[in-house]
């Protein structure tokens, strides 16, 4: 086999290989970071942000807002505020604070 020969196969497998390789050497975007969701607390948060919650309606957000105050978000439960099933879901962006005088 001629060089010539071995230099024109080379050359046509990089042809048809460079964009592979190209695509390879480019780096990967990262996948971007997970946001961080701010708790909503249930002693202090609007009707807006607590109905802004899924699976919290008008009816859960009214009975939250007339509950309060809360020492723990578990009282949603142990006050049948929400059903079981109900505050699994929303256990993890609800918070309990102590509950914020307002100001006249």
Same mark, same amino acid.
């Given at each position: 086999? *001629?060089? =010539?020969?071995?230099?024109?196969?080379?050359?046509?497998?990089?042809?048809?290989?460079?964009? %592979?390789?190209?695509?390879?050497?480019?780096?990967?975007?990262?996948?971007? %970071?997970?946001?961080?969701?701010?708790?909503?607390? !249930?002693?202090?948060? *609007?009707?807006?942000?607590?109905?802004?919650?899924?699976?919290?309606?008008?009816?859960?957000?009214?009975?939250?807002?007339?509950?309060?105050?809360?020492?723990?978000?578990?009282?949603?439960?142990? =006050?049948? !505020?929400?059903?079981?099933?109900?505050?699994? =879901?929303?256990?993890?962006? !609800?918070?309990?604070?102590?509950?914020?005088?307002?100001? %006249?």
């Amino acid at each position: 086999m *001629s060089i =010539k020969k071995i230099i024109g196969g080379l050359v046509v497998g990089m042809m048809l290989a460079g964009p %592979a390789l190209a695509e390879e050497a480019q780096p990967k975007e990262q996948a971007p %970071a997970k946001q961080k969701i701010a708790l909503v607390d !249930i002693n202090n948060a *609007s009707q807006e942000e607590l109905e802004a919650i899924p699976e919290i309606g008008t009816e859960h957000c009214h009975h939250i807002m007339m509950g309060r105050p809360y020492k723990t978000k578990q009282e949603l439960v142990t =006050k049948k !505020i929400l059903p079981k099933a109900t505050y699994a =879901k929303v256990k993890n962006k !609800i918070v309990a604070k102590k509950m914020v005088a307002k100001k %006249a």
